[in-house]
């Protein structure tokens, strides 16, 4: 089991339009209305269900009340532009602004009251910005490989010979193996992306496709280039640092950590149509739509 995100919550009301003015005029929220009528207040990937006191749908809370919510939202913009919207609102600050700590890093929060009296607490995150998904979590499902690193493992520091030789590392690719591909595998691939570099769409630094059915494992420096310690028929894209390679770890300086997603692609297929000049975020895509089991292995690394 692996829980990834919050998709909904509901929130039981007194009054449905007053809830829905009150998140839309001060919180930006989009209404919808689905399912027979039901209205949600829409923001980011989320949204916020809207019951009425009184008429809850099944299945609800054991005691749904209006005012007994607690909420955390993350703002777009920063603390001092919210401060200034609330003012001109008139909406009062209950308490803020003050630090706490989020999800994935340190906040700072502000604490307002929507009609219900429920508790909503505006903040933003002390880096600038909050830990990005995951984005194989936002992909559908398939079934896990067993994949392991030779010297990589989830949430444990990188291995300085994993790093850019621009930051004094050795840039070599680790070592993987892995097990457990379904009978319908015709072929691997392997990647490695950055989710948390500040592009929007996170950062490239490996992709090694046409490894056939029979490969279950890649020596460590496996990603230098093409060549002959690679299986016949492997070939490097491009990644987003311009080379037919692995690239090293190199984030920003003082940004956190980031989470480097080295990923094993079982795919259903052994010629996926991509040639060595495919941009990757291209070959992505089509990676998804073939892949039929995956293993990722997530190790960290911070600039010093």
């Not at 006191?53 to 532009?81: F, M, Q, R």
């Not at 994993?162 to 990647?191: C, E, I, K, M, Y």
């Not at 640092?241 to 692995?246: D, I, L, N, P, S």
Request: negative net charge; contains cysteine; aromatic residues 6%.
């Amino acid at each position: 089991m692996r829980i990834v995100r919050a998709d909904h919550l509901v929130l039981t009301v007194r009054s449905i339009p007053a809830s829905v003015d009150w998140y839309r005029t001060v919180l930006g929220m989009r209404p919808v209305v689905f399912g027979g009528g039901r209205v949600a207040l829409a923001f980011g990937g989320q949204k916020l269900n809207l019951h009425q006191a009184g008429k809850e749908l099944e299945p609800k809370a054991a005691a749904p009340t209006p005012g007994s919510a607690d909420l955390c939202l993350i703002s777009a913009v920063p603390l001092d532009e919210v401060r200034a919207h609330l003012r001109a609102l008139a909406v009062p600050i209950e308490t803020g602004p003050v630090t706490r700590t989020g999800a994935t890093g340190p906040i700072t929060s502000v604490y307002l009251r929507d009609p219900d009296r429920n508790l909503v607490e505006i903040s933003t995150y002390d880096a600038g910005r909050p830990q990005a998904p995951d984005p194989y979590d936002l992909l559908p499902p398939v079934p896990a490989l067993d994949l392991a690193g030779g010297d990589i493992a989830d949430d444990a520091p990188l291995n300085p010979r994993h790093v850019h030789d621009g930051l004094g590392g050795g840039n070599q690719s680790p070592a993987l193996s892995w097990t457990g591909a379904p009978a319908s595998t015709r072929g691997f691939a392997v990647t490695c992306h950055d989710p948390d570099a500040p592009t929007g769409s996170g950062l490239w630094h490996w992709l090694l496709l046409g490894l056939p059915a029979g490969c279950a494992g890649l020596a460590a420096g496996a990603g230098h280039g093409d060549g002959p310690q690679l299986p016949v028929g492997a070939f490097h894209l491009r990644n987003d640092f311009g080379e037919a390679a692995y690239t090293g770890a190199c984030p920003p300086p003082a940004d956190p950590d980031h989470r480097y997603l080295f990923a094993v692609h079982a795919l259903d297929t052994d010629d996926l149509g991509l040639a060595p000049d495919t941009p990757a975020g291209h070959a992505g895509l089509v990676l998804t739509a073939h892949t039929v089991a995956r293993g990722v292995l997530r190790p960290t690394f911070r600039r010093g």
